[in-house]
């Protein structure tokens, strides 16, 4: 049974998808295209940059491509993506740097093609990936997720998912005891670590404020351009804690990701209000999304593209490396229980 954060349904692939769909998509918007077509690294959906004609010399030259993305198919549904395009319009209309789905004449940002797969076509923005992240750069990482998160907090999204250890761990747990994923001799244990971990931080999610976050800003979603950071792909956009943003952008635990991460929360109290208590959910976090992670190459394991990337997945040096990284958190997460004034 497909857990509801993969989707009602068994996901499907891409196998209708030609360069001729492609174009077309992005010529139901509008555009004039000349043909040119390139495929932009994606796991989960199929991302194209296509070159469009124009009648002048554009001012950048990021205006003369636009770039369209296929949802995979089984993954979310037409309201939960809607969604998602609803937050990128809501942080555009407040200047917030995002980039938002163009829309057609009539308004719509989410279309279907005859082969039913549901598209979305983007501008092409300029960025550059950080390389470190200096302290002025935290300072202006922080003042953006608290723009971001005021911004997600004034208004419900009432079909996305909740991330709670319901739906990033018991589900996914289940999923994978039900695969043939998990080999019989890991499973009882991978079982009973994974269930420790559910048990002892239900207690620390009891009090927590769930609103629209990003869900996957992770280094690599963030982007430098020339005003400062702005995050790209929201795809994995959930009713979460404000705190899961805060430690994908700096998820070290050493003494200088601590420093990092107060640098961080500090310019982030300048814009808006958090609740330091939240950090006590990092660990907790953490361990939600090695979960998470294995349950979504199961979920896509007969999908090509997945097995060439992790070619390991279902081994034992796979699962050995799982058990114990899964220890390790159990013992992280206890560390963190009955510590109310919890701070990095």
């Known amino acids: 049974m497909s857990s509801f954060v993969w989707g009602a349904e068994e996901t499907q692939y891409f196998n209708t998808l030609t360069p001729e769909h492609v174009l077309e998509a992005v ?6 295209t000349t043909g040119r077509v390139m495929q932009l690294n994606s796991m ?9 004609e124009l ?3 554009p001012e950048s030259p990021s205006e003369k491509f636009k770039v369209v993305k296929f949802y995979r198919p089984g993954r979310w ?15 555009n209309e407040r200047e917030i740097p995002a980039i938002a789905p163009l829309k057609t004449k009539d308004g719509q940002t989410l279309l279907e ?19 470190e992240w200096t302290d002025p750069l935290l300072e202006q990482m922080g003042r953006l997720l608290a723009r971001l998160h005021s911004t997600g907090a004034a208004k419900k999204a009432q079909h996305r998912v909740k991330l709670d250890i319901e739906n990033y761990g018991e589900k996914n747990l289940e999923f994978l005891l039900q695969s043939n994923k998990l080999p ?22 009891s009090n927590v404020d769930y609103q629209r976050v990003h869900g996957d800003c992770h280094h690599g979603n963030v982007l430098l351009g020339s005003t400062g950071p702005f995050l790209i792909d929201f795809d994995d956009m959930v009713i979460g804690p404000k705190v899961q943003d805060i430690w994908m952008i700096i998820p070290g635990r050493d003494q200088y990701s601590i420093r990092q991460r107060n640098i961080l929360v500090d310019s982030y109290l300048e814009m808006a209000d958090f609740n330091r208590s939240e950090l006590r959910l990092i660990e907790t976090l953490r361990a939600l999304r090695m979960i998470h992670f294995s349950s979504w190459i199961a979920h896509r394991y007969e999908d090509e593209a997945f097995k060439r990337i992790f070619p390991t997945f279902g081994s034992s040096q796979y699962w050995e490396k799982e058990l114990h990284d899964l220890r390790e958190q159990i013992s992280h ?12």
């Open 55 to 57: 009648d002048e010399e």
């Open 27 to 32: 010529e139901t918007f509008g555009f004039q």
């Open 184 to 205: 019989k001799e890991y499973s009882a244990h991978y079982e009973n670590l994974a269930k420790q971990i559910f048990q002892i931080s239900a207690p620390l999610f």
């Open 113 to 131: 093609n005859t082969q039913g797969l549901f598209f979305a076509l983007f501008p092409k923005q300029g960025g550059r990936q950080c390389d």
């Open 44 to 52: 989960e959906n199929r991302v194209y940059e296509v070159e469009i």
């Open 77 to 91: 549904n037409k309201d939960q993506i809607k969604e998602e395009h609803e937050f990128l319009w809501d942080l």
């Open 333 to 344: 997460i206890q560390d963190n229980l009955g510590q109310i004034n919890y701070t990095y």
